[in-house]
């Protein structure tokens, strides 16, 4: 090695100085701001949807004069799905931007690798994503921390609920023997362990398959096995990409089950001009037949095209909405970004979402501030989602049996 | 001379060793996660000198991951001793699949490591009793309870050992044992050269060195899973990282490792939309105008620049 | 690429064998059998262009996946403005992939033929994450697929009832093998490949053009795989990931068959198909139709190494 | 006493029979030429012998010790050295390095030992600039180069497959002289070669391959006009 090596070596350190220097100069002049911290994995279409609503959130409430008269600036990073960069994202939010709150999230394997980062700060953290009741457990005793979505056994539990309420109503519907097709990863997986508990007056047995996501994508031999199991209800918990193909190979092995449920994060974009689709049941938080039933959907709805000119595709766009919405009514509340009365202002929360509920917090069974906590049952009738139960927000009547034409 | 020889080495040092003094969380973070993919890069390019293709770091990192947080949460070590026991289960384990699969050459040891990976995946994925099954384990605190200093000085020093293993490596008859087999296995072997028992001995030290870098991922960001502490992230990263900064030696895998590591954090600040369509596009075109690696093309310039003034 | 040749003594005793144990599957296990022949062929379809080029042109193309998933959009939204089923779009879809596969090769891999072996590896690794982020940018990750009623017909054989449509899969791969044998045997560019594939430099001596051979054989390949993408979709959802899991799958296939040896690449796609499908049969076993893939790929890598060793 | 000495060797690929029935012995300080039309099975039965193939039957003994068996770098511990026909130089090594292999892991030298150890044997064969890199040296150099590193193991019987190859007859001059120096420190030699005129002016003894087998054994001058050899050669030339 030379000096001239050495001199190279010098130039990108300076570079690599002047880099960080210039990005900490231009937030320390941005000083009267409110800051919002998102993390978000943008190369899916849940955070890059998620990122856009909660831009359409701060674009309003600035609109209207912003928060305490301080204009809203949120932050955005990408978690790239990976539990590394998402640890990255919150110590480059905390130390160099220096965000007040930390809203966003998607998957739960990411959540757990931010948790330790997060617990180091110890800020005021809203949180959308991470279902599993691993990150429960990892979020024990964080008197800051606010999740929205409802974890998995809550969201159990909201069905067992929900079919209940659905039997009674229309006593036509029996369940008695439940078949859960459940993709092989922890989503999956989690979601039927959780489901055992839930239903556990229900005779349940379940297979699970592989995920088109990952390279799979053929059902069938778990298809035969609920045939033959012959269930009132059969239900598939997996992803978007399973959602046709398993329709497809259901008709095609000749498997009509009377309730046909699917449980993916998120529908295909062309799903409801399937004519397969027609009866099937969805579990999910929101869907755009909500605008119907809701004034606050309507309006999200409506501005979302407005502004992006394209649709909400999945709930995470409404949730990141929500979002940004609850952490600044409750800093209005709270009149300041001290984190006692924001905790304080938070845990008041009374927000009426564009998912159709309002929002508050209560404790779940481990952590102070749940969120939500129920689910919808929906059903795709003519091409579109209608929500069937609760039925307080119900769009349209349940059809019944699933007939599978 | 000789010491303005070591000037670079030492300022570096220097810098790692002192980099939380002068960075803030956010750059130990992103420095400590460059330095786990470093040592992943490092340690598949030290196989690659003996002419094997490895495809099973992600495999022996996920195997480490698994048995450093087993051992920490059923027998409640230190994390330090479980880690270093996760490096020893991927050596181990590597060291027994090398008896079987080191008689494979080129593709075919390439994607039989890559199927053994595969099914380390699939048979932890089926035990949930012990392993927590699809959704894996959690640890009840992470290492250092998270302070990046800390953890980014533990990486480093598991990042220098494996440099130091590497230099050792590159000058000791090890080097000549490992070249003449990539060069020309027959060769080797009728000159002397113990064939099956130095891939053996590589095999099993490089894997136990991704065995080690996945114990310490594991209890710096508190958990295993399946898809998690497997991602293929964790062999494709490390190989563009290494064919990146140049292949067969200790600086190339380094360099890119620093480089690409650097750049994705960069590019995803930059660009939030898309910024791995330009982090791809960065990596054709380095590799077709740097064929050698960014430390060929270093070396390169440094051989003009010195013809240049008329230097030896 | 030693192909057909090799073929004869050994393939038909064990083409007795298979025949046997056809047999007795289709009396124990009839669906294992059927979605095993069709699962496997579509591993077998996607796998024979894969192949292709690492048997001639000697690049392990991690990117052909991705092309497969673009040939996947293509046939979609080519269906969405025009209204092509997409098995019709696999027509235009072999004329706009052996374009892209030709300005890729010219634009990239020609550059690198001459660098060390595995910045090939890397080029296509780089390659495919521009395909699979170019395709996440333009259609968002979220999965499209058209509606086609004739994916779900069925068929009825006494008591069973099973797919007929996904046989598509099994024959296109019989068929391509049968087409691209024909071609690497009886035309001039076949033959050149063939002669390429198995020594370059012999080939150059005898006055081929190795380097429009390599565009060829890379275009070829590049258009089938684009115009089996189609041919994917009629029956699986595409996605920018959706495929980066078959490019792993194919590579596998071919290692199983050993470089150059298309037939064993279709008899092996059947093999793991049928394999996997025989373990997902059996309730409650399901999670280890993966180390079934796995094993048996270890399985005949380590075997055949181990007779050719002591043989 | 036989420094090597082979029984019935034999080795099939297949259906192949590539040597058959080799038996022979190879005398302390003996130059012996294997020479035979192309396909005769010479670089097979040096193979074999050196360990790269194991042989279908037959026995080969080093000295005293049965070396059948053995792996190839046993073989060469115990003193087998070998060049290879199509020159492999180590491309990633220096010319030193080359060389050292063999002393490192034939000999089991260290490695500063064995940096003086390839210095010695580059002097003796006239290789100069030993930390060229190996794009640098020319086939001579080269071709030395492979004896060199079969050298630095320390052989007591060392292999040459068609070293002179490529040579000019300055350069073959050149080489002769080098492997008579060899055999005078007491190492007998093995050569196979095409070039009649190396193998009349070399060797002590020849023996000739044909379809893998022996089928003339003796002086060159006795050898070259067995009529079996010259059928042999002649079948080739048509």
Redesign the interface.
Known sequence: MSLKGKRMGLRVWALAILVVVGVGLFVAADEGTIKLGAILPL???TG?QASKAMQLAVAEINAAGGVLGRQLELFIVDDESKPDKGAAAVDLLATVDNVDVFIGGMSSGVHLGELPALKKYEKVTVWIGAASSLVEQAAVGLDWYFHIHPWDYLQGASYVQGWADLQTQYPLIKISKVFWAYE?GAFGTSSFQGSLVAFSNWLNSG????S????G??Y???L??AMDYDPDMFVWVG???????MM??A????FTPPLFVGSPP?W???FG????AEGVISYGMWAPSIKDVSPVSQHFWDAYIAKFSEQP??YFAPLGYTNVYVVAEAIQRAGTLEKQALITALEATNYASPLGETLTFTPSKLIAHQGFRNQKILQWQDGQQQVIWPFAYATALPRYPFTGK | MRIARYVPYLVGAAVAATFPLFSGAYLEQVAGATLIYLTLALSWDML?RSGQ?GFGTAGFFGLGSYAAVLLFLNVGVQPFVSIIFGGIVAGVVALLLGL??L??RG??FA??T???A??FA??L??FPSLTGGAEGKMLPSCIFSGDTANVYWLILVVAVMTIVISEVFERTRIHVALTSIRNDERVAKSSGVNVFKYLVFVFAVTSAIQGIAGGVYAHVFGFVSPEGSFSANFL?LP??MA??GG?HSTWGPVIGALVLGALSEYLKLQIP??H??V??????VV??FL??GLSGAARAWRGRSHAARGAR | MRLLRRLRRGQVLLLLVSLGVLVLMMLWKP??LI?GL??GGLYALIALPMALILGVVGI?NLAHGEFMMLGAYFAYWLGVYTGLDPLVAMIPALVAFALLGAATYLL?IR??L???E??Q???T??????G???A??MW????????L?Y????MTLGKL???A??FVYTVSAIVLLVLLSLFLRRTRLGRAALAVGQNPRGAKLVGIDINRTYLAIFSLSIALVGAIGAMFLT???V?P??G???T??S??LI?LAG?GNLPSVVWGGFGLGIAE?LV??F??Y??????V???V??AV??GR??RR?T? | MAVLRTESLERR??GLVAVHDLTFELAENEILGIIGPNGAGKTTAINVISGLYMPTTGRIFLGEDEITYAPPHVRCHMGIGRTFQLVHPLVDLTARENIMVGALFGRNQRLRQARKTAEEIAAKLDLEGIDRSVSDLTVLEIKKLEIGRALASNPKVLFLDEVMAGLNSDETKAALDAVRRIRDQGVAICVVEHVMSVIRDLTDRVVVLDGGTIIAEGPYSKVSADPRVIAAYLGEEE
């Open positions: 190369g899916d279409i890059a092989d297979e699970p398959f592989k088109a996501l990952l390279g994508g053929d069938r031999s778990v035969r096995h992803y978007a990409a399973d959602a046709l193909p497809e190979q008709a095609e092995i000749g998120g295909p974009a062309d001009t399937s004519p397969l595709a999945t | 690659l293709l079987a699969v008689r494979l593709m075919y994607i039989t890559l199927a053994l595969g099914i699939v048979v994925r089926n494709l190989l563009a064919l990146l292949i939309y898309g791995l369509l982090y791809g596009a960065i990596i054709v590799i077709l064929p050698q | 669906y294992a979605e069709q699962r392990i990239t550059r690198a001459k660098a060390p595995l910045n590896l890397l080029l690794f780089g390659v495919a994450m521009v699979a982020e170019f996440n940018l968002t990750s979220q999965p499209l697929k058209p509606h009623s994916v779900y017909s069925s009832r099973f797919g449509y996904a029956r699986n959802s996605f990931s959706a980066s899991p078959y792993m799958k590579f596998c290692a470089i499908a997902l049969s309730r409650g399901g999670g280890w139709a993966d180390v893939f796995f094993a790929l270890v890598i380590l190494s181990y060793q043989a | 690929f297949g």
